[in-house]
């Protein structure tokens, strides 16, 4: 595995996973919502951790980062 920087690793994954996770038990995300968002955070995740290569580990953490970022604004939004 791959990182390119190591604590920026962690700080998007949990972010997003704990944004996901409040977000839904509020009731805030409805079930197909809920199903793209999940998929977009397994997704992310495999890349970020498993990638081969540095592109993909680089990929994973934009498309992790871009999640949080996302799981932020809708929050923040949302209220």
């Not at 970022?69 to 923040?76: F, P």
């Amino acid at each position: 595995m791959l990182q390119l920087f190591p604590f920026s690793a962690w700080i998007a994954i949990v972010t997003s996973t704990s944004l996901l996770a409040i977000l839904w038990g509020f009731g805030d995300i409805g079930a197909r919502q809920g199903v793209v968002l999940g998929v977009w955070l397994v997704a992310a995740g495999y890349l970020q951790f498993f990638g081969e290569s540095m592109a993909t580990v680089a990929a994973g953490l934009a498309l992790q980062t871009a999640l949080a970022l996302y799981l932020i604004l809708y929050w923040k939004l949302k209220a």
